[in-house]
């Protein structure tokens, strides 16, 4: 099995930057493909970003694209998620999730789940 921790997030203004850390303990990250999440207040967890074991191939919901960058350092055993541009919309606990196979979307699709990091974008 793999422990999850994610850190890094906060309170930024609106067009600030954020970079999330997910780091893993117990298992190689390598192991696994890897996705974040978030959920909004009243909302349902949807998915933000999936990059695969490898770290060559990456995915990316539509509200994000060309602003959040997903990457991994498997040597270090660590996912990031690279966040420009923040819009308030982005407020949200943001979760780094792991499993086994291909890279999918869907939440329940992931075996492991860290505990989730707040972003908050406010003026």
């Known amino acids: 099995q793999v422990q999850l921790v994610e850190s890094g997030g906060g309170l930024v203004q609106p067009g600030g930057s954020l970079r999330l850390s997910c780091a893993a303990s117990?298992?190689?990250?390598?192991?696994?493909?890897m996705g974040w999440f978030r959920q909004g207040p009243g909302k349902e967890r949807e998915f933000v970003a999936t990059?695969?074991?490898?770290?060559?191939?990456?995915n990316y919901a539509d509200s994000v694209v060309g602003r959040f960058t997903v990457s991994r350092d498997n040597a270090k055993n660590t996912v990031y998620l690279q966040m420009n541009s923040l819009k308030p919309e982005d407020t949200a606990v943001y979760y780094c999730?792991?499993?086994?196979?291909?890279?999918?979307?869907?939440?329940?699709?992931?075996?492991?789940w860290g505990q989730g990091t707040q972003v908050t974008v406010s003026s």
């Open positions: 990059i695969n074991r490898s770290g060559g191939t990456t």
């Open positions: 999730a792991a499993r086994v196979g291909i890279t999918r979307t869907q939440a329940g699709a992931y075996d492991y």
């Open positions: 117990g298992r190689t990250v390598s192991s696994y493909s």
